[in-house]
């Protein structure tokens, strides 16, 4: 079993710059493929970054793409989500998970493991 832990969220203003951890444990990150997602009040988990198991194949949402940047470092069986020019819709919680297929899938429906979520606010 897979446990996920997030690490990182909080209150900046716009444009500026966090940085959010995913660490896994009870097994070993190095064959998952990992992906951050975000919900905000009212809406549905949407995609917002994912990597292959080995990390070198990546995914991002349009709306963050030039912005945001995920990275897997499979040592530390850890994946952080990198998040510059922040803006105040990027507003939400946001969920690392996991899936063992090992691709950079975009859809809730491939993820098997999922943290609990770390709050991400952004200040206008």
């Known amino acids: 079993q897979v446990q996920l832990v997030e690490s990182g969220g909080g209150l900046v203003q716009a444009g500026g710059s966090l940085r959010l951890s995913c660490t896994a444990s009870g097994y070993s990150a190095s064959s998952l493929g990992m992906g951050w997602f975000r919900q905000s009040p009212g809406k549905g988990r949407e995609f917002v970054a994912a990597?292959?198991?080995?990390?070198?194949?990546?995914s991002y949402a349009d709306s963050v793409k030039g912005r945001f940047t995920i990275l897997k470092d499979n040592p530390e069986n850890t994946v952080y989500l990198q998040m510059s020019s922040l803006k105040p819709e990027d507003t939400a919680v946001y969920y690392c998970?996991?899936?063992?297929?090992?691709?950079?899938?975009?859809?809730?429906?491939?993820?098997?493991?999922w943290g609990q979520g770390t709050q991400v606010t952004v200040s206008s």
């Open positions: 990597c292959r198991w080995d990390g070198r194949s990546t």
């Open positions: 998970a996991a899936n063992s297929l090992g691709m950079p899938t975009t859809t809730t429906e491939r993820y098997e493991y």
